[in-house]
């Protein structure tokens, strides 16, 4: 079992920034790809940011140039730099990393969640 721990969300007016940290946890064999999503109240879960265990990384078109994600695979953690933040990045942010185990099986992990609300 590997559990994702958020945090460094918050409260913050546009314009502003935000880092969250996503810490990965338990028995890790190899973690593959790890990323962050967002749900905004009535809309889908969204992919905001993916990174490869490599580095190579992909954004979701309305954070591109805004958003920066990267990784410390020797923390297994994950971190979003959000900048220049706007309303409509407000949302519950989720964690999610793709765990391969020893035994060869490759499972996809999700972290609880930290609300991001971006005042005008």
């Known amino acids: 079992q590997v559990q994702l721990v958020e945090s460094g969300g918050g409260l913050v007016q546009a314009g502003g920034s935000l880092r969250l940290s996503c810490a990965a946890s338990g028995k890790i064999f190899s973690i593959k790809s790890m990323g962050w999503y967002r749900q905004a109240p009535g809309k889908q879960r969204e992919l905001v940011a993916g990174i490869t265990s490599d580095g190579s990384t992909n954004y979701g078109d309305s954070v591109k140039g805004r958003f920066t994600i990267s990784r410390d695979n020797a923390k297994n953690t994950v971190y979003l730099q959000m900048n220049s933040l706007k309303p409509e990045d407000t949302a519950v942010y989720y964690c999610?990393?793709?765990?391969?185990?020893?035994?060869?099986?490759?499972?996809?992990?999700w972290g609880q969640g930290t609300q991001v609300t971006v005042s005008s």
């Open positions: 999610t990393a793709d765990h391969l185990s020893l035994a060869g099986a490759l499972w996809d992990y």
